[in-house]
């Protein structure tokens, strides 16, 4: 019998194979050629630097992701609302997205709460059927069921009940407070659990749990509600899609997307660079590369992400020296260290320095930013922090304690590219403060040895995800340690009451100018603690054709296909 893994695979190859989508309304034709009289059809080529496993979530969860196949997801589906490049959700197939402020979101005093979603009547699956609360509830079934791991969503586990009110009403009981309630049903996250047909797959769930994977819908047959269809997936080739005139935001402007499939980053700067390609999906380029493109093509754009930032870690259980979990210690080490000069080196100034764990352009950035504590790069400072610790300079240079022994660092990270050329640059501002540093990288055989990675002496350097989500990696039940085998992602290993108490509120407080508040108290917490020590934000580009309009770039939250439908090009962009 075939594991689940494998016939999934086997299902994608089959489609792949086959082509077409037996989906196709009645009378949908197969060219984008206009008959006489006809207005011509806009069309648009887009490039993907790899090949989608499927456009259906679920199925990518299980095969792994290709960079861009998100994009192709959010084309043709979507949810009950979508994220946008700055991480805000907006009303996709609701009426609105609940909320404390529209009454859509109850929060009761024992700490239980109600979330009310009005379904706009418009919408209709890509077979013509209405998409109705019956769709969500047999959804719901389906990422319950434990016998079908494939599907999961941590949001279930604070369900309580369900209750469908009529066919285009449904309110959702929690058991606790939960502060991402509002992206139920939503394209809130590159993982989510979009809703899935019930009047295709209810019977086939019914009757074989074990086959349902091995659906065509799955596959050839995959029935969305998005903005756009599916009209041809060619295998190493590209997909083809045609707007879906019956899309509850409005038609869209363009007729029809072809998306290449292009493996190789040099060859998807060439398509680029020659215009058979006008516009990257996904994390397909480097800043590099897409800093070629925008130098090379005349009136091309470029907007950079900055999703991910890079960071120091320090060490907070068996820090080796103990120094490093002083916090003037960590704080002289920030005013050590040229940071816009790291960002203008090795981002090529694309990207700004990282004053906080919460970039400039992201959603709660404003409301956190007073609280940010800068440390601007003033090297004279570092030193005279760093002697009144007690330490002196030896006749080598390097700062030495009262016993003599040298002051002396680890600094470790991964072997990318990003973070390799990070270390070797920071281990050089941290020389020239008197400070010696020992530079590691780990082996590519250690990479996922948890024990290892997470038991580093003093300071790892990391490109990780710069959003609000990830402060939960900062409560003390996050930490790794060895009666939970290393499990948990609190990676400096760091415990404060205060803090714990503030990770609590934020993730529990539902009114957004309340949560925001608790936001802007973590951010001024870690960074008057230095914890970590952020370095730059590095960006994922997005390059357009001048064509194009309406594009915008990819976050943690969204992709640049987001809203697709109000795509258009310029008055020379009819073929």
Not at 103 to 122: A, C, K, S
Not at 390 to 414: H, I, N, P
Not at 420 to 436: C, E, L, N, P, R
Not at 511 to 517: L, M, N, P
Request: net charge negative; charged share 20%; proline share 6%.
């Amino acid at each position: 019998m075939l594991t689940l893994l494998s016939r999934v695979s086997w299902v994608i190859v089959t489609v792949t194979l086959l082509g077409g989508c037996s989906a196709r309304s009645a009378g949908e034709t197969t060219s984008s050629i206009p008959a006489a009289g006809e207005k011509p059809s806009i069309r648009v080529v887009a490039g993907i630097r790899g090949e989608p496993v499927s456009l259906n979530q679920a199925i990518v969860s299980v095969s792994g992701s290709t960079p861009g196949s998100e994009a192709l997801a959010a084309m043709v589906h979507g949810g009950l609302g979508m994220s946008d490049h700055k991480g805000i959700l907006h009303p996709q197939f609701a009426e609105q997205v609940p909320s404390v402020e529209n009454g859509l979101w109850r929060v009761f005093p024992d700490g239980r709460m109600e979330t009310t979603w009005h379904i706009n009547p418009q919408v209709r699956w890509h077979d013509g059927q209405a998409f109705t609360t019956d769709d969500l509830v047999f959804t719901a079934a389906v990422y319950q069921d434990d016998d079908l791991p494939a599907f999961s969503d941590p949001a279930y586990r604070f369900i309580e009940d369900i209750q469908p009110v009529d066919s285009h009403t449904i309110t959702v009981r929690w058991k606790r407070p939960f502060v991402q309630a509002d992206d139920m049903w939503s394209f809130a996250s590159f993982n989510a659990p979009l809703p899935l047909p019930r009047h295709i797959l209810e019977r086939p769930y019914t009757d074989s749990k074990t086959s349902f994977m091995d659906h065509a819908y799955f596959g050839e047959e995959f029935v969305g509600a998005g903005a756009y269809r599916l009209r041809e997936f060619a295998r190493g080739i590209h997909a083809v899609f045609v707007a879906n005139p019956d899309y509850v935001l409005g038609r869209p402007k363009i007729d029809e997307i072809e998306v290449k499939f292009i493996l190789d980053g040099s060859a998807l700067v060439a398509n680029l660079l020659s215009g058979t390609v006008e516009v990257n999906l996904g994390r397909g380029l480097t800043v590099e590369q897409a800093l070629q493109v925008r130098d090379q093509l005349a009136g091309s754009h470029m907007e950079m992400t900055s999703g991910n930032w890079i960071a120091i870690y320090p060490q907070h259980i068996d820090a080796n020296p103990a120094i490093v979990t002083n916090v003037q210690f960590r704080q002289a080490l920030l005013y050590a260290t040229d940071r816009q000069a790291l960002a203008d080196t090795l981002v090529y100034g694309t990207s700004p320095v990282a004053h906080s764990w919460l970039p400039p352009g992201d959603g709660y950035y404003d409301a956190v930013a007073s609280s940010i504590v800068r440390y601007d790069y003033d090297p004279s400072r570092a030193v005279r922090m760093i002697e009144t610790l007690g330490y002196a300079k030896g006749a080598d240079g390097f700062f030495r304690d009262a016993a003599g022994q040298r002051l002396s660092v680890e600094l470790r990270a991964t072997q990318s590219d990003i973070n390799q050329k990070s270390v070797v640059a920071v281990a050089d501002f941290w020389t020239k403060a008197s400070v010696g540093v020992d530079q590691v990288s780990v082996p590519s055989q250690r990479a996922g040895d948890i024990e290892y990675r997470t038991t580093f002496p003093a300071f790892e350097l990391a490109r990780q995800p710069a959003d609000v989500t990830r402060f939960k990696a900062l409560h003390s039940t996050a930490i790794p340690l060895p009666e939970t085998r290393f499990a948990g992602e609190n990676r400096m290993r760091y415990t404060n009451p205060e803090l714990d108490a503030l990770v609590d509120k934020a993730f529990t407080t539902i009114a957004i100018r309340e949560r925001s508040d608790t936001f802007a108290a973590i951010v001024r917490y870690l960074t008057e603690h230095a914890l970590p020590l952020g370095m730059f934000y590095d960006g994922e580009p997005t390059v357009w054709t001048n064509r194009l309009h309406n594009v915008t770039p990819r976050s943690n939250r969204s992709t640049q296909t987001w809203n697709v439908q109000t795509w258009e090009v310029d008055s020379q962009g009819r073929l």
